[in-house]
């Protein structure tokens, strides 16, 4: 099963609002990525985070990976209808090998 | 765009029949990797290859279902008998050896009758 902790599941949020997301987990983590899916298509990489206390931003988007290592967070700031989709935290957990443990996503809904 | 290809985009098949799917990775990449994804689920590994060799299989590869990257390019995912329960979108990914990122193909939807 997952072994990482997504919320919130859903937001539905105005356009123009900031937007919070977070990943934790008990396991340590080497490596935090967020990703966005649109229905029907594949995972798109938005950020990637390699060491503990990093604060990386692309665009918009913002995202930190945790002290601990054990979590990760994600803010988008000023929402745009095009932001809608499912946001999901992925990881290389710590002495797992290369295969990615994923979040459960979160629905995130604007209304312009 | 050289980003990572799959075909087909849908599938729909009768229980009990095979299917293969087919994936493209980034040309320069050498590692490859399949997830299978459920409805309002993340993706969970399945199994990854570092150039030909099949490296790691997770414990939901079940003996029906095979994968393969003969030459280290492309790579087929093959399930046998396939049953109501495979439905599911397979997702294939790739990445270089040695970085964490691994980026996504749009997906195959397999849907079992």
């Known amino acids: 099963g997952q072994q990482l902790n997504q919320s919130p599941q859903s937001m539905f949020i105005q356009e123009g609002e900031d937007v919070s997301m977070n990943c934790t987990s008990s396991s340590i983590f080497n490596t935090w990525l967020w990703y966005k899916q649109d229905p029907g298509e594949g995972p798109v990489l938005l950020i990637a985070?390699?060491?503990?206390?990093e604060l990386t931003s692309n665009g918009r988007l913002t995202a930190q990976f945790g002290i601990t290592r054990k979590d990760s967070f994600l803010n988008i700031s000023a929402s745009i209808p095009s932001d809608v989709g499912i946001y999901f935290c992925a990881g290389l957990l710590e002495g797992a090998g290369n295969m990615l443990t994923f979040g459960g996503g979160t629905r995130l809904m604007v209304k312009p | 765009d050289t980003g990572v290809s799959q075909d087909p985009r849908h599938k729909i098949t009768k229980r009990g029949q095979n299917v293969t799917f087919r994936c493209d990775p980034i040309s320069e990449h050498n590692r490859l990797y399949w997830y299978r994804q459920t409805l309002g689920q993340g993706p969970e590994f399945l199994t990854y290859?570092?150039?030909?060799?099949?490296?790691?299989k997770s414990r939901l590869l079940s003996d029906r279902f095979s994968a393969e990257r003969p030459k280290g390019s492309f790579s087929t995912l093959e399930i046998q008998r396939t049953e109501q329960g495979d439905s599911a979108m397979y997702l294939c990914a790739s990445s270089l050896a040695g970085q964490g990122v691994q980026y996504f193909g749009p997906g195959t939807r397999l849907t079992v009758t």
């Open positions: 290859f570092q150039n030909e060799a099949q490296l790691e």
């Open positions: 985070l390699y060491k503990a206390g």
